[in-house]
């Protein structure tokens, strides 16, 4: 996966690279095996828990270009 963005689904985005998983935890989104959440655009989750989704957007970026080198 090259980049995330705030519209993509919390499913795909798992689906594509289950290592973004505890990125998502840690920023308090701890029901992201629920099924709801697998069809929520990362930016509808985002608003659910009071986030703001342009951050996680750059954390979860962050740390894709981190391990892809």
Known sequence: ???VTKDMLIGQILQ???TIAPILM???MHCI???ASQGESLEEAAMVHGLDSDDLVSKINEYLAA???
Do not use: I, L, Q, T
């Open 67 to 69: 391990k892809n080198g």
């Open 26 to 28: 840690a920023s308090g």
């Open 33 to 35: 095996g629920c099924p």
């Open 16 to 18: 594509e690279d289950a």
């Open 1 to 3: 996966m090259k980049e």
